[in-house]
């Protein structure tokens, strides 16, 4: 499955979520192969990250983690970042999961969740209105 970065990235949370459901072993299986999958793309992008911060920043002086960009570097740092969270990515040995069985297994989304899913989401649930 291919999906862009910034996919995997706003889905974060969504995944953690979903890993802490409780559901059957099988599901649970799955679920570990994506969050395994999907977190070495997380790890690579924290690293790339960090380096356009690096680049473009410089680090505070109280702590070191936290970076200022420079005002005069901040639309070359938004323009890298940006064009590193479009990066098409490979899951592989990963599909869709239907709707349906996570919601077979009791599995509850908020609208915001499903949404950051949809990657990850085959839409197979019957939707509640139809076309006029």
Same mark, same amino acid.
Request: aromatic share 6%; hydrophobic share 40%.
């Given at each position: 499955?291919?999906?862009?970065?910034?996919?995997?990235?706003?889905?974060?949370?969504?995944?953690?979520?979903?890993?802490?459901?409780?559901?059957? @072993?099988?599901?649970?299986?799955?679920?570990? $192969?994506?969050?395994? !999958? *999907?977190?070495?793309?997380?790890?690579? +992008?924290?690293? &790339?990250?960090?380096?356009?911060?690096?680049?473009?920043?410089?680090?505070?002086?109280?702590?070191?983690?936290?970076?200022?960009?420079?005002?005069?570097?901040?639309? @070359?740092?938004?323009?890298?970042?940006?064009? $590193?969270?479009?990066? !098409? *990515?490979?899951?592989?040995?990963?599909? +869709?999961?239907? &709707?349906?069985?996570?919601?077979?297994?009791?599995?509850?989304?908020?609208?915001?969740?499903?949404?950051?899913?949809?990657?990850?989401?085959?839409?197979?649930?019957?939707?509640?209105?139809?076309?006029?």
């Amino acid at each position: 499955m291919n999906v862009k970065l910034g996919d995997l990235v706003n889905s974060e949370n969504a995944l953690a979520a979903l890993a802490q459901d409780d559901v059957s @072993a099988r599901m649970s299986f799955t679920l570990a $192969l994506v969050l395994k !999958e *999907v977190g070495k793309h997380l790890d690579a +992008k924290r690293a &790339a990250h960090l380096k356009l911060l690096e680049k473009y920043g410089t680090p505070r002086e109280k702590n070191p983690n936290n970076f200022d960009i420079k005002p005069e570097q901040r639309e @070359a740092f938004d323009a890298e970042f940006k064009d $590193l969270l479009e990066t !098409e *990515v490979t899951l592989n040995g990963i599909g +869709k999961i239907r &709707a349906s069985a996570l919601e077979t297994e009791g599995v509850k989304f908020s609208g915001e969740e499903r949404l950051a899913l949809s990657w990850l989401l085959k839409e197979d649930v019957q939707p509640m209105f139809e076309d006029a």
